[in-house]
């Protein structure tokens, strides 16, 4: 499975780099580069373009700042010539649910699945003591996805791993 990442900041960065440690083929993409160099180490193939970032990709994960980045990124023609029909987009920036299904509707006219997923951890003196995750699907939710998703996210992208690094 090939999962491309984009938005590889405080989050998104840590997140990208435990899915390389586990086996993924990751490629991930950020404004700032100098954000997204540090993930070459863990054998993530750090894009230039968005657009590249997302080529044969499987899962695209976005983790920009918000709605409007997002939309801005999803606008990109190149992007959308290289999404692979039958993918899945991972919203998992700061993203209100009309810009949600606005999103859902564009992505699904390229046949691309569209999930949101929202994480949110209540830190006290620096130590996680509550966590709560939040996935669902704007139109659909797909039984691949029931199975997929707890892999990804539970193990990989938002367990203690991520928040110890």
């Known amino acids: 499975m090939k999962i491309a990442f984009l938005g590889s900041g405080l989050m998104g960065g840590p997140m990208a780099k435990n899915l390389a440690v586990a086996g993924f083929k990751v490629s ?31 899962v ?15 606008n990109d023609e190149k992007l959308r010539l290289n999404l692979s029909p039958k993918s899945t987009w991972i919203e998992m920036g700061s993203i209100k649910p009309d810009e949600s299904k606005a999103h859902s509707r564009k992505l ?42 707890n892999l990804l996210v539970e193990q990989f992208l938002l367990g203690r791993r991520v928040l110890d690094n």
Do not use: C, H
């Not at 695209?60 to 999803?74: H, P, R, T, V, W």
């Open 28 to 58: 991930a993409w950020n404004r700032t580069p100098s954000k997204a160099a540090f993930l070459k180490d863990f054998k993530v193939e750090v894009k230039t373009m968005p657009s590249e970032a997302v080529q044969n990709a499987d």
């Open 60 to 74: 695209i994960i976005s983790m920009l700042s918000d709605g409007n980045a997002s939309q801005e990124i999803q």
């Open 108 to 149: 699904g006219e390229l046949n691309v699945e569209y999930l949101v997923l929202q994480y949110q951890v209540a830190l006290k003196a620096r130590k996680m003591v509550r966590s709560q995750l939040w996935l669902g699907a704007i139109d659909r939710f797909s039984q691949k996805w029931k199975m997929r998703s």
